[in-house]
């Protein structure tokens, strides 16, 4: 798992600074909620600029690196609860669901 980065910057001359907390590289097993599944597409799709890289970049990932069932059970999990939404939680939810079962049936390794 990466360190997380924190990272200050200001906004504007004068108006006051923001503090946020950014992973530098959002990882499927650090997914707890459905902001996090939201900011994993996010920051994915600002890499590969279109949807079929996106897929393909989550499939590479889960063979490459396998899932642990805990992570495949909070994903079921977000998929149950918002897998229905029609907005931005749902497509999110709903495209990294069936991608990693997807692999899952290609029989990509599942750790323990």
């Given at each position: 798992?990466q360190?997380p980065?924190?990272a200050l910057g200001?906004?504007?001359?004068?108006c006051?600074g923001?503090?946020?907390?950014h992973r530098?590289?959002?990882?499927?097993?650090?997914?707890?909620?459905i902001?996090?599944?939201?900011?994993?597409?996010h920051?994915?799709?600002?890499m590969?600029?279109?949807?079929e890289?996106?897929?393909?970049?989550?499939?590479d990932?889960?063979?490459?690196d396998?899932?642990s069932?805990a992570?495949?059970q909070?994903?079921s999990?977000l998929h149950?609860?918002?897998?229905?939404?029609?907005g931005?939680?749902?497509?999110?939810?709903?495209?990294?669901?069936?991608t990693?079962?997807?692999?899952v049936s290609r029989d990509a390794?599942?750790l323990?």
């Open positions: 798992m360190a980065v924190l200001m906004i504007g001359v004068g006051g923001y503090l946020y907390y530098s590289r959002p990882d499927l097993e650090s997914i707890r909620d902001q996090d599944v939201v900011d994993y597409i920051h994915i799709s600002q590969t600029r279109s949807t890289r996106l897929v393909a970049h989550i499939s990932t889960v063979r490459e396998g899932i069932e992570c495949l909070t994903l999990d149950k609860a918002y897998g229905s939404d029609n931005i939680n749902g497509y999110a939810v709903n495209l990294l669901w069936s990693i079962v997807y692999e390794i599942i323990e």
